[in-house]
């Protein structure tokens, strides 16, 4: 099973269009283009996820003045997007069709390939403090890598071909959830990862 995107060569940079953070501030929030092929016979159903695994663990540290985060801080996972049960003969997301521009407490009802279902993004958590922005963030919301983070981030959407046409998960859901609903009807996976850096000291393509 193979993964591609128009918008982007795996480990390439992918461009603020598809963002939601941009060095002037909020980016385009665009899905990008998706398309993957080869799924096996029996898939019933795909579901997708979209990973950071740079996130830094402190989220104090984020836009501290005067600090850089190290590249060697602690990380850990934070998901920008989350999709179940898209239909066996969707096997293409054309970019912007699921996301658009950033929206301040989360899209109520985001689009996207039709009878799929999308979950909650990891902004829920990141924003549940602040009273301007919390909200329940559904959806694709793109890369906002802290401004002061030596590392760069990479951004990894990974497609799961599944034996099961409708997931076992709650209305309201996230990505952890949907990856221990997938577990034992994978039957083919495919990934394909952008870089995207907010540090003006960062080269994200090096």
């Known amino acids: 099973m193979q993964l591609r995107s128009n918008d982007f060569d795996n480990g390439g940079v992918l461009a603020a269009a598809f963002a939601a953070g941009a060095p002037d501030g909020?980016?385009?929030?665009?899905?990008?283009?998706?398309a993957w092929s080869g799924a096996p016979e029996g898939t019933r159903s795909f579901a997708l996820v979209c990973i950071d695994p740079d996130a830094p663990t402190d989220a104090s540290l984020a836009g501290k003045e005067g600090v850089a985060i190290p590249?060697?801080?602690?990380?850990?996972?934070?998901y920008h997007w989350a999709v179940a049960d898209i239909p066996a003969t969707v096997t293409?997301?054309?970019?912007?069709?699921?996301?658009?521009?950033?929206?301040?407490?989360?899209?109520?009802d985001p689009r996207g390939p039709a009878g799929a279902r999308q979950g909650?993004?990891?902004?829920?958590?990141w924003f549940a403090g602040d009273?301007?922005?919390r909200g329940d963030y559904l959806g694709y919301d793109g890369?906002?890598?802290?401004?002061?983070?030596?590392?760069v981030h990479r951004y990894i959407f990974r497609v799961f071909a599944l034996d099961v046409e409708k997931l076992d998960l709650?209305?309201?859901?996230?990505?952890?959830?949907?990856?221990?609903?997938?577990?034992?009807?994978?039957?083919?996976?495919?990934?394909?990862?952008?870089?995207?850096?907010?540090n003006p000291a960062v080269d994200p393509a090096g």
């Open 143 to 151: 890369p906002y890598p802290p401004p002061n983070d030596l590392r």
């Open 92 to 108: 293409e997301i054309p970019a912007g069709s699921a996301a658009d521009g950033f929206e301040k407490g989360g899209k109520r």
């Open 120 to 125: 909650l993004n990891s902004y829920t958590e």
């Open 170 to 198: 709650p209305a309201r859901f996230a990505a952890p959830d949907l990856l221990r609903a997938i577990q034992g009807h994978v039957l083919a996976e495919a990934a394909v990862h952008g870089r995207y850096s907010l």
């Open 26 to 34: 909020f980016g385009g929030n665009r899905n990008p283009h998706l």
């Open 131 to 133: 009273a301007g922005m």
């Open 71 to 78: 590249v060697e801080h602690v990380r850990g996972e934070f």
